[in-house]
């Protein structure tokens, strides 16, 4: 089973930022938070990922809540090339395995 | 980031017919790779573990004797799907990581698989 929750959709404009919550209340230590997303009809794209500390790249930016039990993902200038299903993961540590849960469907609105 | 290619992106095959997907890794070494399928409107489901040179270990649910899954080399998976009816019609994707817990599994652009 999925160790996070994420709401099922979310509108955004077209320009402004992204923010798509995930709550994973029960992480472990050693369990680091991934974000994929998924554009239709395509294999899952790698976006971020973070044990404790916030984290930004190119893509996006990973705010982590300093008790860890959620965690924030940050488009930060929607396209429309940013619709897509975003999956939240927590791994543990040694752990290869990816459980995908239901993930959160962004609609960019232009 | 890394590359994984799949070959076909898509495959119509007759009921009772066998199909092969292969899942390559173009720019580093999979120690490991995985296979999930994935049904419309849901989301994506592992079937299998595969590491290179040993048998892959399989999901609950999921028939080995059907979904036959070769890791021969550092690069290349194949997950044959044997007697395939319409059931089996699915979006099928692979990725691969080269280990170690953290590191980032990289996906395939998955294989379409419609059986007639």
């Known amino acids: 089973d999925a160790k996070t929750t994420q709401p099922p959709s979310m509108d955004c404009a077209e320009g402004r930022a992204a923010n798509l919550p995930c709550n994973h209340s029960?992480?472990?230590?050693?369990?680091?938070v991934y974000w994929y997303r998924q554009i239709h009809s395509q294999g899952p794209q790698y976006i971020i990922h973070g044990l404790k500390n916030n984290e930004t790249n190119e893509m996006a930016s990973l705010i982590i809540t300093e008790d860890r039990k959620s965690s924030t993902l940050i488009l930060p200038h929607a396209t429309l090339r940013d619709t897509a299903v975003y999956y939240c993961i927590v791994r543990e540590r040694g752990d290869d395995k990816i459980i995908f849960g239901k993930g959160t469907r962004l609609h960019i609105l232009p | 980031g890394a590359v994984v290619s799949q070959h076909p992106s898509w495959v119509i095959c007759k009921s009772g017919t066998s199909v092969k997907i292969e899942c390559r890794s173009l720019d580093f070494q999979a120690t490991t790779m995985f296979w999930y399928r994935q049904f419309p409107k849901q989301s994506l489901m592992l079937m299998a573990t595969?590491?290179?040179?040993?048998?892959?270990t399989y999901e609950q649910g999921v028939e080995k004797d059907k979904f036959l899954i070769n890791h021969a080399s550092l690069t290349l998976s194949t997950l044959t799907v044997t007697s395939a009816h319409p059931e089996d019609s699915s979006f099928y994707i692979c990725?691969?990581?080269w280990g170690g817990g953290t590191d980032t599994q990289y996906f395939g652009p998955g294989t379409r698989l419609t059986v007639l």
């Open positions: 990725s691969a990581t």
């Open positions: 029960t992480i472990s230590g050693n369990e680091y």
């Open positions: 595969s590491n290179e040179g040993s048998k892959a």
